[in-house]
């Protein structure tokens, strides 16, 4: 009994997968996408590395960049991203606010009486 298959490697006649033989040249020259892209409902930026394969992606909050990363993000990935930046960005200014007024100093507010 043979351990190995004696048959010739046949190709495969499917439309929809590439063979195991395939090779696909890559032009680092060639222009690649920058537009941004929609994630469910967020945006994400790509931007391509020059002379590499790699594209970076960087999730978006309004025009504010929140993270950046060389996969393409999920939909949890971005969700997770903006709302760690926004829990930072209302912390940052609650702390701002609290620092604001212990320098002040802490003052009763007067009420005038009316009569």
């Given at each position: ?91 940052r200014e609650t ?16 009420v005038k009486a009316v009569a």
């Open positions: 009994m043979p351990r190995f298959n004696d048959e010739p490697y046949r190709e495969v006649d499917r439309g929809d997968t590439l063979s195991l033989h395939t090779r696909v040249p890559y032009d680092p020259n060639a222009p690649r996408p920058t537009t941004p892209i929609l994630v469910g409902p967020h945006v994400v930026a790509r931007r391509p590395y020059s002379t590499t394969q790699y594209t970076l992606y960087t999730i978006m909050d309004g025009d504010t960049p929140v993270r950046s990363q060389l996969s393409m993000p999920g939909v949890d990935d971005c969700a997770s991203a903006i709302r760690k930046h926004r829990a930072e960005v209302a912390s702390r701002s606010v609290i620092g604001k007024a212990k320098t002040r100093g802490w003052q009763p507010i007067r």
